[in-house]
């Protein structure tokens, strides 16, 4: 006897509709295309915005030569008798910042992680990891007020010597900003280490210090890695912060108490109306862009190849 539709289970009728083409057939052809397309979106984007400042950037060469632009020690794009144009000024003056950060966000950063995957109780990390997210989600433009009206006093105070625009109080604030992203990651990166490597540590005598120091930190180290190349990426791209806390004068003196400027605050000030479209100094932000874009490239394929080289499989 041939059973019919009312006698099949919801389950059987569903089942028979996709193999009778119907709609779960339809949506299993238009769901690739649509997950393609999405897909593609992020990558014409990307494509597209480095094809901007390669072509961009040609046009600045052909005005510019580019032994001057990475061998000269000077920038000084606004120059009314002669322009010059050496990127070490503003590359040094980012290299100042990104390392003043890393100093200040580097042995925080891995300490609250540890703590946070190895001593905090469960209720300490539900307080702790959502303050840390929070400090995340500040923008930059308040972080660099507040190293300018807030750090950069402090600092004088205790150091009269320094400028109102300097290298520290916008590093120290860079670092403060990137601090959410080495502890997240970290965090992540040790507690992903099984539980019976502690145990076993624990029981071969090791203390809960060593254990975490000597055992679980480097097992968890291609993470950890990762997240501090990653955080000093974000602060090589930093913007408003050093735009106002750090000044606008291209230097490539080593000191640190003194103004300086970075790529990102370079291309901000052009931005603004210092420059009309088209002339030289219009297409040397695309030139300077495109070594940042160099800069930031090169940082998250090193934390792509620290990843994969250092990570421990279990």
Do not use: C
Request: glycine content about 6%; cysteine-free; proline content about 5%.
């Amino acid at each position: 006897m041939k059973t019919t539709k009312k006698e099949l289970s919801p389950v059987q009728q569903l089942l028979e509709k996709k193999y009778n083409g119907g709609f779960l057939n339809r949506s299993e052809r238009i769901i690739p295309i649509v997950l393609f397309f999405m897909a593609a979106v992020s990558v014409l984007t990307t494509l597209g915005i480095v094809l901007t400042l390669i072509f961009e950037t040609i046009i600045f060469f052909g005005e510019v030569s580019i032994v001057e632009f990475f061998t000269a020690a000077e920038w000084y794009p606004f120059s009314e008798t002669e322009a010059v144009y050496g990127i070490w000024p503003l590359v040094l003056g980012t290299l100042k910042i990104t390392l003043i950060a890393s100093a200040f966000a580097v042995p925080i950063g891995l300490a609250v992680a540890l703590y946070l995957s190895e001593y905090a109780s469960r209720r300490t990390r539900k307080v702790m990891k959502p303050i840390l997210e929070v400090l995340a989600g500040v923008p930059t433009i308040v972080y660099g007020f507040f190293a300018l009206t807030f750090v950069t006093p402090v600092l004088r105070d205790l150091f009269p010597s320094i400028e109102l625009f300097n290298a520290i109080s916008p590093g120290i604030v860079v670092g403060i900003m990137i601090i959410p992203t080495i502890v997240s990651l970290s965090e992540d990166a040790l507690s992903s280490v099984p539980e019976p490597v502690r145990h076993g540590a624990l029981a071969m005598g090791a203390t809960k210090w060593e254990t975490a120091s000597k055992v679980i930190f480097p097992a968890a180290l291609s993470g950890i890695l990762a997240s501090i190349v990653l955080g000093v990426s974000r602060a090589i791209g930093e913007t408003m912060i050093v735009s106002i806390a750090a000044g606008s004068t291209p230097s490539a003196a080593l000191e640190l108490t003194s103004s300086l400027q970075t790529m990102t605050s370079y291309i901000v000030q052009v931005t603004t109306g210092d420059a009309g479209f088209g002339t030289t100094i219009y297409y040397s932000i695309y030139a300077v862009g495109f070594t940042l874009f160099i800069f930031t490239l090169s940082m998250n394929v090193l934390a792509q190849f620290i990843s994969k080289r250092f990570r421990e499989e279990y």
